[in-house]
């Protein structure tokens, strides 16, 4: 890679993106009733805009902005104080000598020309952020969300704070807005070394206070798009114009910019954190150092945990990477999540031709570096007017622009994979050996990130402190991470609640399962001709292996399940493409695309991680981010885990019937290759997908959601009568259970040794009706159990009743194979 010479750092393009940023802060501290001292007030009308009718003072916000700023004691990385004052509270008043707040409040009206749309139903006040996701109409209608809200909190991945719940009241938000008021003051004390650090620590601070506060509190207008992400919005626009126009002033009505949309993809995401290249798996001795072959293997474990890292941070690192190359602070990335970012850049000479030369530069890298296995997609709009982000327009501009990514799918960058036929990845023809990413070194690095990822706390970008594990050369940057905060270099967090509001978030999923003293007890209580051999025993406070996991799977109330499988599962958000082309219908803006990717992102990367820490702490985190997730662990560990899911989903959507997600779920033993476990993980959510989506398919049975819990019910129950109660012999016999799995499989149409469902048969209804007659007559009623099994048992009539009734039994068997019950 030849990377070009960046832009210098334009401190006045940083000081109109850092004032978008806090333009609105004021939002946060008016509802928290903040006294202004008088010479705040004072600025009233010099700074608020007056009601022609009233000739009242409107948005008084500004007032508390200015405030928001007289409390804040920041060098703001060296930029003018004063200025940024200025620039940020005249918004909505700018002085007609000043270019720099004309051109905040230029973009102020851009963000919020498409941003805002008018309520359904006006509101008497506004208590809380409307959930984005409960607004997604396609393909179905969405159901009212009325009292349901965002809680008015810091950012956390806590179930409290994250997921949407009843509306708080107004009191409530007003006290919550105390709250964030003093966490905002603190973050505004802190001290940035130059404006690019600036930018991104102001983008740490407002993400995590600005993220459940409405951009507007108007009742008659729609509250569902953040104040982070107009913020966020502003400033890029406002980056761009700045860049367009300097010199004389002019009012903001006249300053009409151009810009152009790029976005960054990668494809290929899961042949890249699967491959296993045999001849470097086979070496004696070296099986760390190698791509790793079956889910057993020392080190496997750790290479897909740094392989899932190392594609987040390729899209990331590519689009600041462009920014850089091109002049631009980081808020110009206006979207990054689950691998795909978008960029809002000005429409200027300088600016394209930098653009051209860095995109060919990533080009390179990833023919150098990745050898083809990962593919970069990348797109980019035609010349944009201010017309394209209006109201009318802004959808057809999104989807222009999603349909371009789709084409760049089958751009093929890497000359050495380019043949008469097409795309070839066997003809890799180079002076070395093998793919780039084939090859020891790179191998090597992933294995030793890997392991020292889960102490991670920090992530920097060219620093030179000395930090945990490999230096990650990567698109020009190099890369380090660490237990304690760097003092050289960017910083990032790697977790939300990271102490340091001003420190800009990276958030990925590193959750591992440890060996604790129990686990260390489990572990030998294994038969002895299923025990691991000695060498590979693990110690106390050791990560687990994925052998070590599959004999660690439990019940709902602890106890151990004697079978040892591993689980693997699969799932993502059904049709997520077309939901964010189509799913907001005229009311799709930059402000409620981004919320909704980034909420759908850190559910899956951050919220799930937090609940397998807490709840099911041997489930392993193979990736996750954007709208998809592949977990292994122990088998039962994630049966019970797909409900808990399921409802975690359904509440973060508020129910919404448009956005829906399917799930494939295997078992296999402990040695099964990772790479075999994901294909047939992948081939289960398929057909759960192929069946009419918002399913689930177990091994080889699809259920949608309702009969998946139908199933669980009747396996609880079976499970409950087959173990018995408080020391009681079972009531029911394991024979009969068989029984009822064939039936099932015959109700479904499947026999053994037939590829195809045979025709339908009705045998087994009667077979089932005479078994129950039998084996459960009528009972009296303090068999209640029984009583119930049997109830719905006798309910079992359609293909589909039998095949909730296949799941149900296979269940049930399973945790009581090897059980002395």
């Not at 309702?706 to 009681?728: I, N, P, Q, V, Y």
């Not at 087994?764 to 009583?787: C, E, I, T, V």
Request: some cysteine; glycine content about 8%; hydrophobic content about 40%.
């Amino acid at each position: 890679m030849k990377p070009i010479k960046s832009a210098v750092i334009d401190e006045r393009v940083h000081l109109i993106a850092v004032a978008g940023l806090l333009h609105d802060a004021g939002k946060v501290l008016q509802p928290a009733a903040m006294p202004l001292e008088p010479q705040t007030s004072n600025l009233r009308q010099m700074i608020c805009p007056s009601d022609f009718r009233t000739g009242q003072s409107t948005h008084q916000h500004v007032l508390y902005t200015a405030a928001a700023f007289d409390l804040a004691t920041s060098n703001f990385g060296g930029l003018d104080r004063e200025e940024l004052f200025r620039v940020a509270c005249y918004h909505h008043r700018p002085s007609t000598d000043s270019l720099d707040q004309n051109i905040l409040t230029k973009a102020d009206w851009l963000a919020s020309g498409h941003d805002r749309r008018p309520a359904t139903e006006p509101s008497d006040s506004i208590s809380a952020l409307a959930p984005v996701l409960a607004g997604v109409e396609w393909p179905e209608s969405a159901r009212s969300s009325d009292g349901v809200g965002l809680p008015t909190k810091l950012l956390s991945l806590d179930e409290d704070s994250f997921l949407p719940s009843a509306e708080q009241s107004l009191e409530q938000y007003r006290e919550r807005c105390r709250e964030l008021t003093g966490r905002l003051v603190d973050g505004l004390k802190q001290d940035f070394r130059n404006p690019m650090e600036c930018v991104d620590g102001l983008l740490g601070l407002t993400e995590r206070v600005f993220h459940s506060i409405p951009a507007s509190r108007d009742r008659k207008q729609q509250p569902d798009v953040t104040l982070f992400d107009h913020s966020r919005i502003v400033a890029a626009f406002a980056a761009c114009l700045a860049k367009q126009f300097s010199g004389a002033p002019r009012p903001a009505g006249e300053l009409h910019g151009q810009f152009r949309l790029v976005a960054i993809a990668l494809g290929g995401i899961q042949k890249f954190i699967f491959r296993v290249v045999t001849p470097l798996d086979e070496r004696d001795g070296e099986q760390d150092r190698g791509a790793g072959g079956v889910t057993g293997a020392r080190g496997m474990a750790r290479r897909l945990r740094a392989r899932s890292l190392y594609v987040g941070l390729l899209s990331w690192l590519a689009a600041r990477r462009v920014l850089e190359d091109v002049g631009l602070p980081s808020t110009s990335l206006i979207a990054n999540a689950g691998g795909r970012a978008i960029l809002l850049l000005p429409e200027t000479p300088d600016t394209q031709e930098r653009l051209r030369s860095s995109l060919a530069n990533l080009d390179e890298w990833f023919v150098e570096s990745i050898g083809g296995v990962l593919r970069l997609d990348i797109a980019s709009s035609n010349v944009l007017s201010d017309a394209d982000f209006s109201a009318d327009r802004f959808s057809q501009t999104f989807r222009d622009l999603d349909r371009r990514l789709a084409a760049a799918r089958y751009r093929v960058s890497v000359p050495n994979l380019r043949g008469g036929s097409g795309w070839s990845e066997s003809g890799w023809i180079q002076s070395r050996e093998s793919l780039p990413i084939d090859r020891d070194e790179f191998n090597g690095e992933l294995a030793q990130l890997g392991r020292y990822l889960p102490r991670a706390k920090y992530l920097s970008l060219d620093g030179g402190d000395i930090g945990i594990g490999p230096v990650l050369s990567m698109i020009g940057y190099e890369v380090r991470f660490h237990e304690t905060r760097p003092a050289s270099g960017r910083c990032f967090a790697l977790d939300v609640d990271d102490g340091d509001l001003s420190l800009p978030l990276f958030v990925t999923a590193k959750h591992v399962p440890r060996a604790t003293a129990d686990v260390l007890q489990r572990l030998s209580r294994i038969s002895r001709d299923e025990r691991l051999e000695a060498e590979d025993a693990p110690q106390e406070n050791n990560l687990l292996t994925f052998e070590h996991l599959a004999g660690l799977a439990s019940d709902e109330d602890g106890r151990e399940i004697p079978q040892a499988m591993l689980g693997a599962l699969k799932a993502d958000v059904d049709r997520l493409g077309t939901i964010l082309g189509y799913g907001l219908g005229q009311r799709v803006s930059f402000g409620r695309l981004t919320s909704l990717a980034r909420t759908l992102d850190l559910f899956f990367k951050g919220f799930l991680t937090r609940k397998l820490q807490e709840q099911f702490p041997f489930v392993y985190t193979v990736f996750a981010g954007g709208d998809d997730v592949f977990l292994v662990g122990p088998w039962y560990d994630l049966v019970r885990l797909i409900g808990n899911l399921r409802g975690w989903f359904d509440r973060l959507t508020c129910g919404n019937p448009s956005l829906t997600f399917s799930a494939g779920l295997v078992f296999a033993g402990a040695t099964t290759p990772v790479a075999h476990l994901a294909h047939v993980a992948e081939e289960a959510l398929d057909r759960a997908k192929d069946n009419g989506r918002d399913r689930i398919t177990i091994g080889s049975v699809t259920l949608t959601w309702a009969e998946f819990d139908k199933a669980m019910t009747l396996h609880r129950l079976l499970l409950s009568e087959l173990r018995g109660h408080e020391g009681d012999r079972p009531s029911l016999n394991r024979s009969l259970v068989y029984r009822l799995l064939q039936y099932a499989k015959q109700g479904r149409g499947h026999h053994p040794g037939r590829e195809r469902p045979a025709p339908l048969d009705l045998k087994w209804r009667a077979q089932l009706s005479y078994d129950l007659k039998r084996n459960l007559p009528a009972l009296s009623d303090h068999r209640p159990g029984l009583l119930k099994l049997r109830t719905a048992l006798q309910q079992v009539v359609t293909p589909q009743d039998a095949a909730v009734l296949e799941v149900a039994c296979s269940l049930s068997l399973y945790v009581l194979r090897g059980a002395s019950t």
